[in-house]
């Protein structure tokens, strides 16, 4: 029988789940909030760009009010509680989590552009742990810290990215309240609502009034959350420029500042690597969540004896991967975020093309409207080149060969970066060998893009300082004397 | 008549003169020239910085059982050198008693880091127990090479205590030492020189903070900074200039006599955190993990 | 028989095989299994399943009783629905040959027929060319044969490549489809490894089991399978076909494999020319869910034959 084109049919995840509001306001002491100065701007679905909801500007005023909130609730509440308590309520929202999380997926889709399932699969799994691995931690800090003096900090300002809104916002919330410290978090300015369904779960959960505060904005309220003289703690993740810009801020101030920034992390794959598994994990480094993935393995450095092998595979492999509607269970690239990010992206191609490398996009057809990119393989790219260098933030691989693994432990620690690494080879001494000389917070050894509430993540160098997750988690959230 | 010593710079494991040619005078409590020492300039921490970098990855490589031997001589050359630092502290102003206690006290500190070389790994490592076949763990890493201004109130036990926990835990360190009291600094880089301690893993530099800091603090291949408490202008600006290349920065403004300042967290504060990840074959049909 | 390789040339052939990793493996199928089939497309993955199906009896009780009747399944899948695919084979005893080819001899249904002392394949040399030739002279259009799992675990590589060798050399125009239960072997390394070492001693179809012992036909051994085919074709532009067999009992396990396939080797290999299910019950699973694709309604197997 004839067997051409068996192509899959659009399969739709219910949006019925979600009920969107006109308009969003802020969530300050356990009450939604106008902003003060009336200004509300438009969160659009990247994936069409049609127009989702209305959400609060927060500007200077919101802002004293949120952290005023968030003291109040520290001295007077949060600070009280002994750890266990902490903790239950950590677990009680943990669940309300769980319990929502197909609307929590659907909205992180629609808002963000990622493929559902990603965000049913990775991101809100992921979020949910977060909390109930830290709500176990609420009452076990000082075993953590043995011989040692820990105290809470105060209240923590938050800006989290658009990449992983919801997750994000897991890892810094979870562990910020288990430590007994209450939060003033601003989400990224295109991606908000699974934030502020998240402040709709804290009322559920009947967390205290101002123990978790959602300020929504732009930049401009980030500042002035980062520049408040009463906050104590700083946690960020977004672009490297940005947080330099927060660390200067912080000088002269006792904030304790833990900075998640950006990447270019080395791929390497050896000669003897398991070929398939190597192919496919690199596929996982850079086409995972459309590229905007911090530590996305966005240099691959193959060994020379098998790199048209590895080529070849990547580009008949790349022939069965599925851009489009994000809504879509088959999808596996949603949209680009925002169009400002499109261009950029767009710009890192032509930038790629102009330097010289050869690039190659599978033939697939785009939808109409909304915002995207076709996966994208550059060979015979440079370690000079710009696409080489800087971080893309999209589905764009920059691929370089090798000839002897001094060389490429180099090329890899030759960048301002130092976020994460990827190195696939059968031969277990060479694994430890690399991976403790690779200049990098997290090394992916035959696998990658793997995250685990358990597990502590964050970077060398420019990709910023403090850890997220694990054990180490906790340091960023408490002060630490003898 | 007696002969006054020159106090060199300590780069690179070598005695040598600042660049700049140029010396200051050391004086003692009651305003009488002891000694001279090198004004160091930007191009003698440009070469400290060299030489750090070019030192930091063996010194890492060490085993941490020979680091912590190095360092346990550290403490056996000052025991030997006790006169020379009581007598340079009485110099300096301090009563003798004073000035044993503070040698004793540095003694102590060394051979209380010494013991941690070898230990502060075990405490700040975890393996994680990931949901995913994967055996996952976080190990300390030193952060590389780090710019140092050292207390400015005491001569010798805040170098001590700023410096040996750096380099217990594989970094290696350019110092700014104490401007008015650099004797003890000095005297200390030449324990240095005679304690096994490779070239180049510290790297002692006299002068003015002023002068040197604001390189050192911008110099990009400078991975942290350890500063003790000094004028808010220059602490400022230093933090400022370290900005450019994400430099962790650490202000401490410590009384070092105090045994409650050493610590575990000390040597942390100057390590990276690493964490790898690596798949779990199946075997036997059973779920692996750790 | 000639060996066409000596003992050292035919290791180094192997050695450079790549390693497979398993959870890696087990990583790219889950990606596989998430996908979803909704509508026509689930529908022409049930039609194409079913024209990929070799039948199979394979008891100690056959007989040519219970062999007609499996062809009449064969050719007639599910009355009400008269324009469904037919399968592409029955699978039987050499002793069964004769009867399965006269009761196909007007259909396009091949017959296959296991050999070489299937299952457990312990027998002298000279009995399993016996029973090869047996099927072959009966008719057979297709020859399953099962390696040595002993001499290969033994590291006797060349024994099995030879015998392989001889077998495919009697075959004549008959395909020859090498069975390595898998479920026999230590790890994804050795699929790999037999995998490749079938193909280079002629197998046109390489299949995973016997379907006497579990597992059978898992989803990393059939990926670690196709990734060999795959390699193959790149270096060679020859193609190699697949079957999976045993323990592939429902629809939804049989269009995850062939999603499998359309990603790992393309559609090229998604036609029984070059695809195979070894099974027995799945057809009605098939049929079940192509009759619930087409009314609506979740069906009850009172409704399908059982042959």
Redesign the interface.
């Given at each position: 029988m004839s067997t051409t084109n068996w192509n899959l049919e659009p399969s739709l995840e219910s949006t019925a789940v979600v009920q969107l509001k006109d308009q969003y306001e802020l969530f300050i002491n356990g009450q939604w909030q106008a902003p003060k100065a009336k200004k509300y701007f438009a969160t659009i679905n990247p994936s069409d760009e049609s127009h989702l909801s209305n959400i609060a500007w927060a500007t200077e005023a919101d802002v004293d009010l949120a952290v005023k909130a968030a003291r109040n609730a520290y001295e007077n509440v949060w600070s009280k509680l002994s750890g266990a308590e902490r903790g239950k309520y950590l677990f009680r929202i943990a669940r309300l989590m769980q319990e929502k999380a197909r609307e929590l997926a659907v909205l992180e889709t629609l808002d963000g552009g990622k493929p559902i399932k990603e965000s049913r699969d990775i991101d809100i799994p992921l979020a949910c742990n977060h909390f109930f691995y830290y709500a176990g931690w609420a009452d076990k800090l000082q075993e953590a810290f043995a011989g040692q003096q820990i105290e809470s900090l105060g209240v923590a300002g938050q800006i989290t990215p658009w990449n992983f809104p919801l997750l994000m916002l897991a890892w810094k919330i979870a562990p910020a309240l288990a430590c007994g410290n209450t939060v003033v978090l601003k989400p990224a300015e295109t991606t908000s609502l699974t934030a502020l369904k998240f402040a709709e779960i804290c009322q559920e959960a009947g967390l205290p009034a101002g123990v978790v505060n959602i300020i929504t904005g732009y930049g401009d309220t980030g500042a002035a959350l980062v520049v408040h003289p009463d906050v104590n703690k700083i946690a960020f993740t977004g672009s490297t420029a940005v947080g330099k810009q927060i660390q200067k801020a912080c000088i002269g101030t006792d904030k304790k500042l833990t900075l998640e920034l950006g990447g270019k992390s080395a791929n390497i794959i050896l000669e003897d690597a398991a070929v398939d598994q190597a192919v496919e994990g690199v596929i996982n480094a850079i086409f995972y969540n459309q590229g905007h993935v911090c530590c996305a393995g966005s240099r691959l450095y193959v060994q020379e004896s098998i790199s048209a092998q590895v080529i070849e595979k990547l580009k008949f492999r790349l022939q069965s991967i599925y851009v489009g509607n994000p809504l879509d269970k088959n999808t596996d690239i949603g949209a680009i975020n925002s169009k400002k990010q499109l261009e950029t992206i767009e710009k890192y191609i032509s930038l790629g093309r102009e330097e010289g490398a050869e690039i190659y996009q599978p033939a697939c057809q785009l939808p109409s409207k909304g915002y995207y990119c076709l996966p994208t393989l550059f060979t015979d790219v440079a370690q000079s080149a710009r696409i080489a260098q800087e971080e893309i933030f999209g589905p764009v691989l920059a691929i370089q060969t090798f000839r002897t693994i001094d060389e490429v432990l180099q090329k890899a620690n030759n960048s301002p970066y130092g976020l994460a690494a990827g190195v696939w080879t059968d031969k277990g001494a060479r694994i430890f060998g690399l991976s403790s000389q690779l200049r990098a917070g997290v090394v992916w050894a035959n696998t990658y893009n793997k995250f685990d509430p358990a597990s502590p993540f964050g970077g060398y160098k420019e990709s910023g300082f403090g850890r997220e997750g694990g054990v180490h988690g906790l340091s960023a959230y408490l002060k630490i004397t003898n | 008549m007696e002969i006054l010593k020159t106090y060199k710079l300590y780069i690179g494991g070598q005695f040598t003169r600042t660049e700049s040619g140029r010396s200051y005078q050391i004086q003692s409590a009651s305003g009488q020239a002891i000694a001279n020492a090198c004004l160091g300039s930007k191009k003698d921490i440009r070469n400290a910085v060299q030489a750090a970098r070019k030192a930091q990855a063996s010194w890492a490589a060490k085993s941490a059982f020979n680091r912590s031997q190095i360092i346990y001589r550290i403490a056996e050359m000052l025991e030997t050198r006790k006169g020379q630092f009581i007598e340079e502290l009485v110099l300096l102003g301090h009563s003798n008693p004073a000035a044993v206690a503070e040698v004793q006290s540095s003694i102590d500190r060394c051979i209380y880091y010494a013991g941690w070389a070898d230990k502060y790994q075990a405490l700040s490592s975890s393996v994680n127990p990931v949901s995913s076949p994967h055996f996952n763990f976080s190990v300390p890493e030193p952060m590389g090479v780090i710019g140092m201004v050292t207390c400015q109130e005491t001569a010798l036990i805040g170098l001590i205590s700023q410096i040996l926990p750096l380099i217990v835990g594989g970094n290696s360190v350019v110092v700014i030492a104490n401007t008015t009291k650099a004797l003890c600094a000095i005297s200390f880089a030449e324990v240095l020189a005679t304690s096994d301690v490779p070239g180049g893993v510290v790297n002692i530099l006299t002068g003015e903070v002023a002068e040197m800091l604001p390189t050192l603090a911008g110099h990009m291949d400078v991975n942290a900074l350890s500063l003790a408490k000094i004028e808010d202008h220059l602490s400022r600006n230093a933090q400022e200039a370290a900005v450019d290349n994400l430099k962790r920065c650490q202000l401490y403004n410590l009384d070092y006599f105090d045994s409650k300042n050493q610590g575990l967290h000390f040597i942390t504060d100057f390590q990276e955190i690493k964490t790898t990840w690596h798949p779990i074959e199946q075997i036997a049909g059973g779920a692996a993990g750790y | 028989m000639q060996p066409k390789y000596t003992p050292q040339e035919l290791l180094v052939r192997l050695k450079s095989a790549?390693?497979?990793?398993?959870?890696?493996?087990?990583?790219?199928i889950s990606k596989i299994q998430?996908?979803?089939?909704?509508?026509?497309?689930?529908l022409?993955?049930l039609?194409?399943a079913l024209?990929m199906i070799d039948l199979t009896t394979l008891e100690g009780k056959d007989t040519p009783s219970k062999v007609r009747q499996l062809c009449i399944k064969a050719q007639h899948l599910h009355g009400i629905n008269p324009d469904l695919?037919k399968v592409a084979a029955v699978c039987v005893y050499p002793t069964m040959v004769g009867v399965a080819k006269k009761a196909l001899e007007n259909s396009t249904i091949k017959v296959a027929a296991v050999s070489t002392a299937f299952p457990s394949g312990q027998a002298p040399f000279e009995v399993k060319k016996l029973d090869t030739l047996y099927a072959l002279e009966h008719g057979a259009d297709e020859i399953d044969m099962v390696i040595s799992r002993g001499h290969f675990l033994a590291g006797e590589y060349n024994y099995v490549f030879d015998e392989i060798a001889a077998i495919k050399a009697l075959c004549g125009s008959a395909r020859l489809k090498v069975i390595f239960e898998t479920a026999e072997l230590d790890s994804l390394d050795q699929v790999r490894r037999i995998s490749d070492l079938a193909i280079a001693a002629g197998a046109n179809f390489i299949k995973t089991s016997t379907g006497k012992i579990q597992p059978a036909a898992t989803f990393p051994v059939v990926l670690t399978m196709l990734?060999a085919i795959k390699d193959h074709f790149?270096k060679t532009g020859q193609m190699i076909g697949m079957k999976p067999a045993g323990g592939i009992s429902s629809a939804k396990i049989a269009l995850q494999h062939?999603l499998l396939v359309?990603?790992v080797l393309?559609?090229a290999w998604?036609?029984?020319e070059w695809y195979r299910f070894g099974a027995s019950s799945l057809a009605n699973d098939l049929l079940m869910q192509y009759q619930k694709q087409l009314t609506g309604k979740y069906q009850s197997a009172a409704y399908f034959s059982i042959d």
């Amino acid at each position: 029988m004839s067997t051409t084109n068996w192509n899959l049919e659009p399969s739709l995840e219910s949006t019925a789940v979600v009920q969107l509001k006109d308009q969003y306001e802020l969530f300050i002491n356990g009450q939604w909030q106008a902003p003060k100065a009336k200004k509300y701007f438009a969160t659009i679905n990247p994936s069409d760009e049609s127009h989702l909801s209305n959400i609060a500007w927060a500007t200077e005023a919101d802002v004293d009010l949120a952290v005023k909130a968030a003291r109040n609730a520290y001295e007077n509440v949060w600070s009280k509680l002994s750890g266990a308590e902490r903790g239950k309520y950590l677990f009680r929202i943990a669940r309300l989590m769980q319990e929502k999380a197909r609307e929590l997926a659907v909205l992180e889709t629609l808002d963000g552009g990622k493929p559902i399932k990603e965000s049913r699969d990775i991101d809100i799994p992921l979020a949910c742990n977060h909390f109930f691995y830290y709500a176990g931690w609420a009452d076990k800090l000082q075993e953590a810290f043995a011989g040692q003096q820990i105290e809470s900090l105060g209240v923590a300002g938050q800006i989290t990215p658009w990449n992983f809104p919801l997750l994000m916002l897991a890892w810094k919330i979870a562990p910020a309240l288990a430590c007994g410290n209450t939060v003033v978090l601003k989400p990224a300015e295109t991606t908000s609502l699974t934030a502020l369904k998240f402040a709709e779960i804290c009322q559920e959960a009947g967390l205290p009034a101002g123990v978790v505060n959602i300020i929504t904005g732009y930049g401009d309220t980030g500042a002035a959350l980062v520049v408040h003289p009463d906050v104590n703690k700083i946690a960020f993740t977004g672009s490297t420029a940005v947080g330099k810009q927060i660390q200067k801020a912080c000088i002269g101030t006792d904030k304790k500042l833990t900075l998640e920034l950006g990447g270019k992390s080395a791929n390497i794959i050896l000669e003897d690597a398991a070929v398939d598994q190597a192919v496919e994990g690199v596929i996982n480094a850079i086409f995972y969540n459309q590229g905007h993935v911090c530590c996305a393995g966005s240099r691959l450095y193959v060994q020379e004896s098998i790199s048209a092998q590895v080529i070849e595979k990547l580009k008949f492999r790349l022939q069965s991967i599925y851009v489009g509607n994000p809504l879509d269970k088959n999808t596996d690239i949603g949209a680009i975020n925002s169009k400002k990010q499109l261009e950029t992206i767009e710009k890192y191609i032509s930038l790629g093309r102009e330097e010289g490398a050869e690039i190659y996009q599978p033939a697939c057809q785009l939808p109409s409207k909304g915002y995207y990119c076709l996966p994208t393989l550059f060979t015979d790219v440079a370690q000079s080149a710009r696409i080489a260098q800087e971080e893309i933030f999209g589905p764009v691989l920059a691929i370089q060969t090798f000839r002897t693994i001094d060389e490429v432990l180099q090329k890899a620690n030759n960048s301002p970066y130092g976020l994460a690494a990827g190195v696939w080879t059968d031969k277990g001494a060479r694994i430890f060998g690399l991976s403790s000389q690779l200049r990098a917070g997290v090394v992916w050894a035959n696998t990658y893009n793997k995250f685990d509430p358990a597990s502590p993540f964050g970077g060398y160098k420019e990709s910023g300082f403090g850890r997220e997750g694990g054990v180490h988690g906790l340091s960023a959230y408490l002060k630490i004397t003898n | 008549m007696e002969i006054l010593k020159t106090y060199k710079l300590y780069i690179g494991g070598q005695f040598t003169r600042t660049e700049s040619g140029r010396s200051y005078q050391i004086q003692s409590a009651s305003g009488q020239a002891i000694a001279n020492a090198c004004l160091g300039s930007k191009k003698d921490i440009r070469n400290a910085v060299q030489a750090a970098r070019k030192a930091q990855a063996s010194w890492a490589a060490k085993s941490a059982f020979n680091r912590s031997q190095i360092i346990y001589r550290i403490a056996e050359m000052l025991e030997t050198r006790k006169g020379q630092f009581i007598e340079e502290l009485v110099l300096l102003g301090h009563s003798n008693p004073a000035a044993v206690a503070e040698v004793q006290s540095s003694i102590d500190r060394c051979i209380y880091y010494a013991g941690w070389a070898d230990k502060y790994q075990a405490l700040s490592s975890s393996v994680n127990p990931v949901s995913s076949p994967h055996f996952n763990f976080s190990v300390p890493e030193p952060m590389g090479v780090i710019g140092m201004v050292t207390c400015q109130e005491t001569a010798l036990i805040g170098l001590i205590s700023q410096i040996l926990p750096l380099i217990v835990g594989g970094n290696s360190v350019v110092v700014i030492a104490n401007t008015t009291k650099a004797l003890c600094a000095i005297s200390f880089a030449e324990v240095l020189a005679t304690s096994d301690v490779p070239g180049g893993v510290v790297n002692i530099l006299t002068g003015e903070v002023a002068e040197m800091l604001p390189t050192l603090a911008g110099h990009m291949d400078v991975n942290a900074l350890s500063l003790a408490k000094i004028e808010d202008h220059l602490s400022r600006n230093a933090q400022e200039a370290a900005v450019d290349n994400l430099k962790r920065c650490q202000l401490y403004n410590l009384d070092y006599f105090d045994s409650k300042n050493q610590g575990l967290h000390f040597i942390t504060d100057f390590q990276e955190i690493k964490t790898t990840w690596h798949p779990i074959e199946q075997i036997a049909g059973g779920a692996a993990g750790y | 028989m000639q060996p066409k390789y000596t003992p050292q040339e035919l290791l180094v052939r192997l050695k450079s095989a790549p390693p497979i990793d398993q959870i890696g493996t087990h990583e790219r199928i889950s990606k596989i299994q998430s996908r979803s089939l909704k509508g026509p497309a689930k529908l022409h993955g049930l039609r194409l399943a079913l024209s990929m199906i070799d039948l199979t009896t394979l008891e100690g009780k056959d007989t040519p009783s219970k062999v007609r009747q499996l062809c009449i399944k064969a050719q007639h899948l599910h009355g009400i629905n008269p324009d469904l695919p037919k399968v592409a084979a029955v699978c039987v005893y050499p002793t069964m040959v004769g009867v399965a080819k006269k009761a196909l001899e007007n259909s396009t249904i091949k017959v296959a027929a296991v050999s070489t002392a299937f299952p457990s394949g312990q027998a002298p040399f000279e009995v399993k060319k016996l029973d090869t030739l047996y099927a072959l002279e009966h008719g057979a259009d297709e020859i399953d044969m099962v390696i040595s799992r002993g001499h290969f675990l033994a590291g006797e590589y060349n024994y099995v490549f030879d015998e392989i060798a001889a077998i495919k050399a009697l075959c004549g125009s008959a395909r020859l489809k090498v069975i390595f239960e898998t479920a026999e072997l230590d790890s994804l390394d050795q699929v790999r490894r037999i995998s490749d070492l079938a193909i280079a001693a002629g197998a046109n179809f390489i299949k995973t089991s016997t379907g006497k012992i579990q597992p059978a036909a898992t989803f990393p051994v059939v990926l670690t399978m196709l990734g060999a085919i795959k390699d193959h074709f790149d270096k060679t532009g020859q193609m190699i076909g697949m079957k999976p067999a045993g323990g592939i009992s429902s629809a939804k396990i049989a269009l995850q494999h062939l999603l499998l396939v359309k990603e790992v080797l393309g559609e090229a290999w998604l036609t029984n020319e070059w695809y195979r299910f070894g099974a027995s019950s799945l057809a009605n699973d098939l049929l079940m869910q192509y009759q619930k694709q087409l009314t609506g309604k979740y069906q009850s197997a009172a409704y399908f034959s059982i042959d």
